[in-house]
């Protein structure tokens, strides 16, 4: 079936420096790419989503990357501070008959250190 | 604005009880949603309902109902609890099934013994 995964399952920062996260995904008919943000003990949090005709996206000290010829997708977090750490999810997301079916991936920790 | 509300928020069954996990959201949502998070997994969708009035299976139902009370509730149900639905629930809705942006509540914590 397909699949959305991440490389790395823990990234350790240290503040202050860029955060990259990276993410692969399997299906080339996604109609979107979406970032969520799990601190402990919450629910995911929305941060950002591109769309799948769009190679970049710019937030708010983020940005993510859309690579559809390798089928990869990143997220960078500039400045990275202690309120960043936490479990990031990539979903991909696809029109299904009117309706956005959305596949989350497993997690990626970021440790931001002091 | 609270968003979305799960109740409760921890509990322990025994194999074989029953038990319904509420869900509320004040955002005037058509679409909600129950995921479950198991450790080293991402979410996997248990049942949606794409606006009142329609609930639809996700990728793992079975073992579960669900009951989309009226636009601001949808309720997740387990029949008869096994150890293998030992997971964190999370409900989330968003505003239309073709929106991306989904609100999630804060969990339920299900341990069955």
């Known amino acids: 079936g397909e699949s959305v995964g991440l490389h790395l399952p823990t990234l350790s920062v240290q503040e202050g420096d860029n955060s990259i996260i990276n993410c692969a995904y399997s299906?080339?008919?996604?109609?979107?790419f979406i970032w969520y943000k799990q601190e402990s003990g919450k629910g995911p949090q929305f941060i950002i989503d591109?769309?799948?005709?769009?190679d970049k996206r710019q937030g708010q000290r983020v940005t993510v990357l859309l690579n559809k010829t390798v089928k990869h997708l990143s997220l960078q977090i500039a400045a990275t501070q202690p309120g960043d750490s936490a479990v990031y999810f990539c979903a991909e997301s696809l029109n299904s008959g009117g309706y956005q079916k959305v596949t989350f991936g497993t997690g990626t920790k970021l440790q931001v250190i002091p | 604005n609270a968003g979305v509300t799960q109740t409760p928020k921890f509990q322990v069954l025994k194999t074989g009880q029953s038990m319904t996990l509420q869900c509320a959201q004040d955002m005037n949502h058509n679409s909600m949603y129950w995921y479950r998070q198991d450790p080293g997994m991402g979410l996997r969708l248990i049942y949606y309902s794409a606006s009142e009035g329609t609930t639809d299976k996700g990728e793992v139902p079975n073992g579960y109902n669900v009951s989309r009370l009226n636009k601001r509730e949808f309720s997740l149900r387990l029949e008869s609890a096994a150890p293998s639905q030992t997971s964190v629930y999370f409900c989330?809705?968003?505003?239309?099934?073709?929106?991306?942006?989904?609100?999630f509540g804060q969990g339920t914590r299900l341990t069955v013994v």
């Open positions: 591109i769309r799948s005709n769009m």
């Open positions: 989330a809705s968003r505003a239309g099934s073709t929106n991306t942006e989904a609100f």
């Open positions: 299906n080339s008919a996604s109609d979107y």
